[in-house]
């Protein structure tokens, strides 16, 4: 693999077949799936990501990677290289609300509400696994590093885009230019090439913001992914990766945006107060807390994902409430969709820019990407709030769901990418 980078401004970069814009774990995915099928790719980032560090904690920005996402990431050589890191299985996943008692307003111990997953249930070892999203990149680079037809740009911006009949040209913030036969935008929710391409965006910010907090506890480690809803939104524990023999776990905490701003001020012994004072008792003993940050929640939608000799995936495509962790999933399966399409054209030399071979991309993810969107949309406005009747529905709803097998079988198989 070459990097050229440092090479003078006035030299263009090489012909490609397709350049992707975005090295993070979606376009990195692309780019292995489709240097394995023999195109040339070349991939362009801002910043080469940073090395990994074994002794260090987990990152604070995780994905819970499904079982599908893993097969996928096994099918373009990438999951080898996760595993020879670290990653944290789930077998186990529930929900519930969280309730008080109407006479003391304390917090309920009765989980007569909660409705909980097993990969028992799907005849599966596991749900998937809790990975640091810089270890997944990492892992995709490591595969890109083995593909002799795909070069790597950092460092560099796009600047402009012009499409004519054959290519497309991206200009780099160093005036090198590139011609590719299909640029693919992976650039993230703030994507250049989507806007470069003139793609409109419908874009939609929740009441809530995300907390999220790193923290140590005692063993044992859980097997178990957890969300506890609340009228401004869920409690949820994530099980992370051990290090030297020290346990940790991910918290996510949703609330008002003032909250959120009260919270992040906490020194770590108040926090910690906090968390005990709100988490339900299933959190494991917890000892310190790791890092802390804040993230809003913002539902974003391109208008379309395709024009000519352009595509977009991943989070230039589309962004998504977090609560049920199927982002960077989404994602994946718009790669996987991609390089399905992309192999077909291949296997009939027909040109990978094709407006109508890319819309078939589109036609595919498109409506199952809105679904998902609608779905926690629905899980979101239904939970947020204090509604007595619509309160007592959602209860009894949960309940029963975990009285049955064959709904909960169907729900669970849609939840980790096997229909």
């Known amino acids: 693999m070459t990097d050229p980078q440092n090479a003078s401004l006035s030299e263009n970069l090489p012909d490609t077949d397709i350049c992707i814009v975005g090295a993070g774990m979606v376009g990195s995915a692309v780019a292995c799936g489709l240097a394995n099928l ?5 991939v362009i980032d801002q910043a080469a990501p940073p090395a990994y560090a074994p002794q260090s904690p987990p990152d604070i920005r995780v994905s819970a990677l499904s079982y599908a996402s893993e097969c996928f990431l096994k099918d373009i050589g990438a999951w080898k290289h996760t595993q020879a890191m670290r990653s944290c299985p789930y077998r186990q996943l529930a929900v ?3 309730l008080a008692s109407p006479l003391s307003g304390a917090p309920l111990q009765s989980r007569l509400n909660k409705t909980q997953f097993d990969a028992q249930q799907v005849k599966l070892p596991y749900l998937g696994h809790i990975v640091e999203n810089n270890v997944t990149q990492l892992a995709l680079h490591q595969t890109m590093a083995t593909k002799s037809s795909l070069q790597t740009v950092f460092g560099r911006r796009v600047k402009l885009l012009r499409v004519d009949n054959e290519y497309a040209v991206l200009t780099l913030d160093n005036g090198q230019c590139v011609r590719a036969r299909l640029v693919v935008g992976a650039d993230g929710a703030q994507s250049r090439v989507r806007e470069l391409a003139c793609i409109g965006l419908n ?6 913001q995300a907390m999220v907090i790193t923290v140590s506890h005692a063993s044992p480690q859980q097997e178990i992914t957890w969300q506890a809803f609340t009228s401004t939104g869920p409690l949820a524990y994530l099980p992370l990766p051990a290090v030297d023999g020290q346990n940790y776990g991910s918290l996510v905490w949703y609330n008002l945006p003032e909250n959120i ?3 992040m001020q906490l020194d770590d012994q ?4 906090s968390i005990h004072k709100e988490f339900p008792s299933e959190l494991p003993a917890l000892q310190s807390i790791v890092s802390k940050g804040r993230f809003p929640l913002v539902k974003r939608h391109a208008q379309q994902y395709t024009t000519e000799r352009v595509v977009l995936v991943g989070d230039a495509a589309h962004t998504i409430n977090p609560l049920a962790g199927q982002g960077v999933n989404l994602g994946f399966k718009d790669a996987a969709a991609l390089i399905a399409q992309l192999s077909l054209a291949r296997a009939s030399s027909e ?6 071979l890319l819309k078939k991309y589109e036609a595919m993810r498109r409506p199952a990407n809105s679904q998902m969107m609608l779905l926690m949309d629905m899980f979101y406005h239904t939970f947020s709030n204090d509604i007595a009747p619509l309160k007592a529905v959602r209860n009894l709803g949960l309940h029963f769901a975990n009285h049955a097998p064959w709904a909960k079988t169907k729900v669970l198989k849609y939840a980790i990418g096997l229909n």
Do not use: I
Not at 351 to 356: I, Q, R
């Open 38 to 42: 023999g195109y040339r790719v070349t």
């Open 96 to 98: 519930w609300e969280k």
């Open 203 to 208: 874009s939609d910010q929740y009441e809530q």
């Open 261 to 263: 701003n009260k919270l």
């Open 270 to 273: 108040s926090l910690m107060a």
């Open 351 to 356: 040109d990978p820019g094709k407006l109508s």
